[in-house]
Each structure stands twice: as structure tokens, then as C-alpha cells.
């Protein structure tokens, strides 16, 4: 993966300094919070409802051994022995203290880290595909690529007070694993006549309003890509909304200019920054490349994997649900499951980090992702291998089977920690696997992915779930609506609402009643949940979750 | 017409721990919300507010959260600061562990 040079290290010490400096300002009262605030937001450190939170960034959600064991180590020293790894493959780190945090990003930039945009009005984190560089389907590895625009965004001077976030998503594949269209701007590598370019789709966002990304240009030359972007980019500067916070992202600009507009303000401004551009980028997109290679994976007999396939029926569970084919025959894709029945989805103890770090070392190429999904990756792991990853981590409890399963559950931290949470999402994710395990129906119903977000903000991505689940306050109770039929993948639509909300004491039943509806009403096992729904509409599964109260109250 | 003022508390995040904070009466910044100073008269807890917003080498972020009076002192009445006041549900972090939990 990309290292830093003498230049990026440079240039995170220097930026630390001056965080640095400023923390102590604020503290010595030469600061205001006003002023302090964009900064801090601008190093990632938010202010939660118990505490502080930094969040800081892993790149396309990409680490090796060294990162890894550092986040175990910040975890441990600052802050209460674990993280959150969050739906933009970010960390988060929920008590740390302000004093603390300049030496947590002096310790971060050791390893080659920062929580530099993780938060504020600019380019945030850029996000790939968790199986870059391992999946048989992709045309080239998305995440160099991520990289150049990671090193082009980041403290450019044009782009740190845009009208809000924006973030962007690199992927090089037909299959869509990092919700590229759900992004501000998603860049899809292809290939057209032999040369290689971009897919740039602009638009695409959750919130209070979701939307899908539109396709801004169907081809853009490999050697565009910066420009177009920087065009993109200043267009959206430019025109996009400063009045009014709800209507400031540029799916909003889109929508209200209409898509030939934005693309028209974008191809005039083109000629201007292609100019500008002498073709340096390219040549450094080059030296990124070299760092990417992916590793040689040497011939490796899989007999020992498949032998413990036809011996061990947990490992077979396991195996069935986390380990996805690699583009090398006697390789696997590994998904470490973050999602154990009952915990917190998402987070990771600072041992259960270094088991991670020790196992990609051992058997891993030393390469880690964290996902969108709020699980983590070992993409390159012999599938003779296997068996011994496994047992290592069903020591630390990261063996759960259920990768795509109903339990494996996407849930931003909610009011738990978030001061922006209009309701608790953590225990609803919890109470729902909790339910599925006592059922033990997960296998059973397959693939069903489900959601939940805390507020309308949407960070835990309720609005692509095929199941989706927002918390809201209702008359001062929290209150859970539930969306149906949205698709995170690269057929990406957004849910429609079922109807009233439930209580908390009501959701985890709910969903009960919507998964034994979908198991009666599935043509098969082999029909998933959301192509169920497609088949047949709202209609039915809103009668098992309406009908059955309606009933019971009749009855009373 | 105004609306009937409510009884209210000044809280606040501490400025280096980061942990929830209100101010009592004595004007310290308590980690416990029964010592908080409950404000029933609404130019009172404006100004009472101005003054904490004031202290920002102690604290950020100070505004005005509803409480009840309770037998052992205000409580809250909404979850969001039951929530801030205890800590999070899913761990035994924040207030509850330090002991200074009144649920």
C-alpha cells in the first residue's frame, strides 16, 4: 500500500504542530470556541454527547499490521480499549480528551495516519472496494486511484469551505461494493476501445433526502480525472447552497439546476483546470500505482481447507458465509464479522485489533481492510490458511457466521454517542440479532441486509437497506420507521416507508413479523428477501406488520 | 401569550474531559445532575446561561435542557438527557461507571 515519503510526513508533523498549537490557544482562552470549532472539526475531533470523538481516516479503508496495532495502542492509551469502525471506513474512537488529542495524532502519524476532513465543509475520506486488489471482477485496483484523489484533496486551498461535506467513492467493477452511487461524486474505472478511464456519477446521497447519483460524463480520459473533478468540484463551490444546511449538498444543486445544467457549468469550466494540469499528477498516479502491487500469491494445495469443510460443520457455516473467492484459485476472501450477536456492531477490542494485525502478518500479505459495512477484510489468505485464521479468531470472538445474514447489521452509534441522534440505533441492532440467533432462522432466510440509522442524517445508511430502520423522536419517545426495498449494490434504490413508526419496545418484533413473512411468502430459498419484495411489492409485508397489531388490539 | 416557563437546568460539555457538566448554584460545574442548580424563572436561566457561555476556558457548547423537580433533585425529562446524564446503553461507560449515576 502507499507509503508516505519524506514529503507527507512532513506535512502531517506540520499540520499536528499547528493543531497543536491551536488546542492550546483554546484552552488558554485565546480561541474561541467559534473559532476553534471548524478547526478541530477540519482534524476530525467532535464533540458528542458524553465526550469527545475523533474519527480518524483509513484511507479506502486500507491497513496493514503497523496501522492496525497503532489504532489497537491509541484505544488502549487514550481512550477505553476499543473503536467504531464506521459506514465511511473510518475509525472512531467515543472518550478521548482534548488535551489527548494532539499526541493521538502524533502517535496516528507514526504509522502514516490522520483524522485530517474526516469532518467539516471539504473532501472527506475517499472510499473503494473492500476486496480491491483480491476480487476476480474488478478491471484494475480502484484504490491508487483513491489515493490520488486522497493526496489531491486533502488541505487543498480552494476546496475547505465548500457549501458542505462532500465525499467520493472509487470503485473498478460492474458490482458496486462501496454504495458508489450513494456518494457526491462515485467514479467507476473502465474501459472503453482499449484505453481506460471514469464513469463519473454526481449526486448520489442519504440524509433527509436521498438520492441516487446521476451519470455525469459516461467516459472521462484516465489523465482527466483531476481537472474534471477540480471543474466539479468549483462548480459546485460556486453555485451550490449557503442558505439553507438541509439543501447544501451537491444532490441538491443537481436536482434543482437539473443534471444538463450542472453538466454544462462543469464542461465549460473544464478547458480552464485541464490547462492548469501538466500532467505531474500522472506521473505521481504512476509511483502510487508501484505501491499497489498486489502480492505474489504462491500455488498453496487447499486440500487441508476443504478437508475442514467435510470435518467441522461450524467452520463450514463460517466459511459459507465469510470466505468470498479470490481471483487466485487457492486463495480466499476473508470478512471478519464485527457483528457478534448482542455487541455493538461495528467496534473491535484493542486485542481483538492485534489478533487482526498478527493474522494479516502470518497468513495475511500483511494487507487489512476496514468496510463499509462496519466489518474487516483479510483479502488475501491461502485457503490453506483458512482453517488456522479461523480458529484464531473464534478465540477472540470475531468468528461469527454471518456475513450478509440478516445479523450483520449495519447501525451508526445513535444517541448512545451522538449528539445529533434523535433515537438509539445500537440496542435496536442488538435486540434484532439477539432475536435472530434465539431463532436460529438466519441461515435459513439468507441474504438481508438491514440498516439502521439513529436520525434522518442516515450515516447508518437506512435508506439502502433492503430492511431499513430510522429512529426518531416522537412526542419526547423514540419512535423507529421502517423502509423496505432499498439496494445498496450497484442496482442502488432507495426504501419506501411501511407506514406508523413502533416503539422501542415494538421494532425487534416487528422485524420479526417482515422476516417470517418473507420465509412464507419466498417462491424458494434461493429468492432473497429484496428480490421477494420486488416481486411482490409493499402489500403484503405491510399487512404482517400492521395486520397482526391491528388484531391483537381488536382483540383487546 | 408566553408559553409557561418550564424548569430548567444549564448544562454543557467539559472543555478538556468532554464529559457532560451542569452548573449549580454555587456556580461550579458538577458531573452530577442532582447538584445542578434548577432555574424556574425564565430571565434567570437567560442569563444564568449567558454567564456559562461565558466560561469557555471550563466548558463548550452550554445551552438550557428541561427537568422536573425529583425527590432526590431535577430529573430529566426527556431520554436525550437521561442518556447524557448516565451514559451510553449498550456499555458500561460514562457516568454510570464513575459511579455518579442517579437511575
Known sequence: ?556 | MAQEFTPKVVTANALIEGDVVYLTAADTWARDLAQAEVLTDEADADYRLLQAQARAGEIVGAYLADVKHGPNGPEPTHFREDFRRKGPSNLFHGKQSEGLSRA
Open chain 1, 1 to 556: 500500500m502507499y507509503q508516505y515519503n519524506d514529503f507527507d510526513t512532513a506535512f502531517i508533523a506540520e499540520r499536528n504542530r499547528q493543531f497543536r498549537a491551536q488546542v492550546d490557544r483554546r484552552v488558554a482562552g485565546n480561541l474561541t470556541e467559534d473559532e476553534f470549532r471548524p478547526l478541530r472539526l477540519m482534524n476530525g475531533l467532535y464533540l458528542q454527547l458524553h465526550a469527545y470523538m475523533l474519527r480518524v481516516a483509513i484511507p479506502y479503508g486500507s491497513l496493514d499490521p503497523a496501522k492496525l496495532r497503532q489504532l489497537a495502542y491509541l484505544a488502549e492509551r487514550w481512550d477505553k480499549g476499543y473503536g467504531h469502525f464506521t459506514t465511511r471506513t473510518n475509525i472512531q474512537y467515543n472518550w478521548p480528551k482534548l488535551s489527548d488529542i494532539p499526541d493521538m495524532l502524533d502517535a496516528l502519524a507514526e504509522v502514516g495516519m490522520h483524522a485530517i476532513q474526516t469532518s467539516g465543509n471539504t473532501i472527506r475520506n475517499v472510499t473503494s472496494d473492500h476486496f480491491a486488489g483480491a476480487a476476480a471482477d474488478e478491471i484494475e485496483d480502484p484504490r491508487p486511484v483513491a489515493e490520488l484523489v486522497r493526496q489531491w484533496s486533502t488541505d487543498h486551498p480552494e476546496f475547505q469551505f465548500l457549501p458542505r461535506k462532500f465525499k467520493i467513492a472509487v470503485i473498478a467493477s460492474d458490482s458496486d461494493r462501496a454504495v458508489m452511487k450513494s456518494h457526491d461524486i462515485g467514479l467507476k474505472i473502465v474501459e472503453r476501445d482499449g484505453a481506460r478511464g471514469f464513469e463519473v456519477w454526481v449526486g448520489g446521497g442519504m440524509g433527509r433526502t436521498p438520492m441516487v447519483a446521476k451519470l455525469l460524463r459516461d467516459f472521462l480520459p484516465r489523465a482527466d480525472l483531476l481537472p474534471y473533478l477540480e471543474s466539479v468540484l468549483a462548480t459546485y463551490n460556486r453555485i451550490g447552497r449557503r442558505d439553507n444546511k438541509y439543501k447544501a449538498r451537491i444532490k441538491i444543486t443537481v436536482h434543482e439546476n437539473g443534471l444538463d445544467e450542472i453538466r454544462a457549468l462543469v464542461e465549460d469550466e473544464f478547458p480552464r483546470r485541464r490547462a492548469a494540469f501538466s500532467g505531474v499528477d500522472q506521473d505521481w498516479l504512476a509511483r502510487i500505482n508501484a505501491a499497489f502491487v498486489t502480492p505474489t500469491l504462491s500455488e498453496r494445495d487447499a486440500a487441508v481447507y476443504y478437508a475442514a469443510r467435510d470435518a467441522d460443520a461450524v467452520f463450514r457455516a463460517w466459511a459459507d458465509t465469510n470466505v468470498t473467492a479470490h481471483k487466485h484459485a487457492d486463495h480466499g476472501i476473508v470478512t471478519i464479522s464485527l457483528k457478534a450477536h448482542g455487541q455493538t456492531p461495528g467496534d473491535a477490542s484493542a486485542d481483538q485489533m492485534r489478533l487482526v494485525a498478527d493474522l494479516a502478518e502470518n497468513y495475511g500479505h500483511n494487507d487489512i481492510r476496514a468496510t463499509h459495512a462496519q466489518n474487516l477484510v483479510l483479502p488475501h489468505v491461502a485457503l490453506a490458511d483458512i482453517p488456522a485464521v479461523h480458529a484464531a479468531l473464534k478465540a477472540v470472538g470475531l468468528a461469527t457466521a454471518n456475513i450478509g445474514l440478516a445479523s450483520d447489521i449495519i447501525a451508526c452509534p445513535g444517541m448512545d454517542y451522538c449528539a445529533l441522534a434523535t433515537a438509539r440505533s445500537i440496542p435496536v441492532a442488538q435486540g434484532i440479532a439477539t432475536r435472530l440467533e434465539e431463532l436460529k432462522i438466519e441461515h435459513e432466510v439468507g441474504h438481508l441486509q438491514i440498516k439502521i440509522s439513529g436520525c434522518i442524517n442516515a450515516c447508518g445508511h437506512h435508506h439502502v437497506g433492503h430492511i431499513g430502520i430510522l429512529g426518531l423522536d416522537r412526542a419526547g419517545v423514540e419512535n423507529y420507521q421502517i423502509t423496505l426495498g432499498g439496494d445498496a449494490s450497484e442496482t442502488t434504490a432507495i426504501g419506501t416507508r411501511t407506514g406508523p413508526g413502533f416503539a422501542y419496545d415494538e421494532i425487534v418484533p416487528a422485524i420479526e413479523r417482515l422476516i417470517f413473512a418473507y420465509l412464507d411468502l419466498r417462491e424458494g430459498p434461493e429468492e432473497t428477501f429484496l428480490e421477494a419484495y420486488n416481486r411482490l411489492g409493499m402489500a403484503p409485508f405491510k399487512s404482517a406488520l400492521y395486520d397482526a397489531e391491528a388484531r391483537a388490539h381488536a382483540a383487546e
